[in-house]
């Protein structure tokens, strides 16, 4: 997912008033997927609040609901996996991992007893980004960090430490200092119930983007941030509310772009391919 073209440098109110209606009109209906809000129901909603919004805003609220539910009912929901279809996907790379001796870290789940497994999700990605540095840059090395243990760092001409991340990462290509790109992955097969460790995993990802974007503002180093999502029940059964968080995160500019599920096989080596040849 990239944002749409429509709503590029809007404003922070705009942003502010698409989760005030957002919140008070609902962000999903039961048998209907993510709702869209018409200019008359968002009218409405501020008659009855006491809440003063232009026309033109109003609008712009309903449409940018409407491509927004039109993204997540009719692109996203048919790319998130289930585990068995993760697991399927992962057997196969796993084969080319070992079958030329691919250096990337498969990583276990943090999950107990039978569900104790590959982290799926991550191996792929992991796997495709190795796949992709060794054919674009003609390398034998693994050419990217897939697990920094560490915070982020930018320096400046003379490696002085200019900006630094709160968090960690799951990956950064080409390093975590000075990185092109760096990315988190959200992957929840086994959770049973949407709970605060999914929810947290939002409001960090926009923890990040306020972070990167000050360090853009600040000394001109834009650092591409891409968020990985994976689990049809957990995100999709469940989740839809924090899926059009997301949403309104990557139009307003909190995220570079959001990769859903099967999304990883096609769009991932192509993100690559741009940050390796600074096309991005």
Request: proline share 2%.
């Amino acid at each position: 997912m990239i944002a749409f073209k429509e709503f590029h440098n809007m404003p922070e109110n705009f942003w502010a008033f698409v989760k005030y209606v957002s919140e008070n009109l609902g962000y999903a209906k039961r048998g209907v997927g993510v709702k869209t809000y018409s200019a008359d129901e968002i009218e409405k909603l501020c008659r009855k609040n006491e809440v003063y919004a232009d026309s033109k805003t109003i609008q712009a609220v309903a449409n940018y609901s409407a491509m927004r539910a039109d993204l997540l009912n009719n692109f996203v929901e048919s790319r998130l996996m289930t585990a068995e279809q993760a697991k399927e996907k992962f057997v196969y790379w796993e084969q080319l991992h070992r079958t030329h001796s691919y250096q990337c870290k498969l990583p276990l789940n943090k999950q107990k007893g039978e569900m104790r497994q590959v982290a799926f999700f991550t191996a792929i990605i992991n796997i495709l980004a190795e796949k992709t540095i060794r054919e674009e840059l003609h390398t034998d090395d693994l050419g990217f960090n897939d697990d920094p243990r560490s915070l982020m760092y930018v320096t400046d001409e003379n490696e002085q430490i200019i900006g630094a991340s709160s968090r960690r990462f799951d990956g950064a290509f080409p390093s975590i200092k000075n990185p092109s790109i760096v990315w988190e992955i959200k992957e929840y097969y086994y959770a049973t119930t949407f709970g605060s460790r999914v929810a947290d995993g939002v409001y960090e990802t926009q923890l990040d983007g306020f972070e990167f974007k000050e360090i853009f503002e600040r000394t001109g180093h834009k650092i591409y941030h891409v968020l990985f999502i994976d689990a049809y029940r957990t995100w999709w059964e469940q989740g839809k509310s924090y899926l059009c968080r997301l949403v309104d995160a990557l139009n307003s500019g909190v995220v570079d772009e959001v990769i859903v599920g099967e999304e990883v096989f096609d769009r991932w080596p192509e993100l690559l391919r741009d940050v390796i040849h600074n096309k991005i």
